[in-house]
């Protein structure tokens, strides 16, 4: 009963980290790399501007990274937040 036990926690711990939305402000180039259509050019671009500007104050702040436009923001905007 213990391993049941310990086991649906452990599941439970997943899912709700598989879940969870990746903060464009805190995030590491690897975890921006995960969303889809961003990669290392566009990850780094993301990191270069908020080291530069600052916190994102909302995810459409990302249109101001060059790159990332209205159809890579829509295909990621439910995965991130800007926290």
Do not use: W
């Not at 980290?17 to 790399?33: F, G, M, P, Q, Y």
């Not at 050019?41 to 995810?59: L, V």
Request: proline share 1%; charged share 25%; with cysteine.
């Amino acid at each position: 009963m213990k391993k049941l036990l310990l086991t649906l926690c452990m599941l439970f711990f997943f899912a709700a980290s598989a879940l969870a939305a990746v903060n464009i402000n805190t995030a590491d180039l690897k975890t921006l790399e995960s969303l889809p259509g961003i990669g290392a050019s566009k990850a780094q671009a993301i990191i270069d501007y908020r080291t530069e500007h600052g916190n994102f104050k909302s995810i459409d702040d990302l249109k101001n990274v060059k790159g990332i436009g209205d159809k890579v923001l829509e295909k990621i905007k439910d995965q991130i937040e800007a926290k």
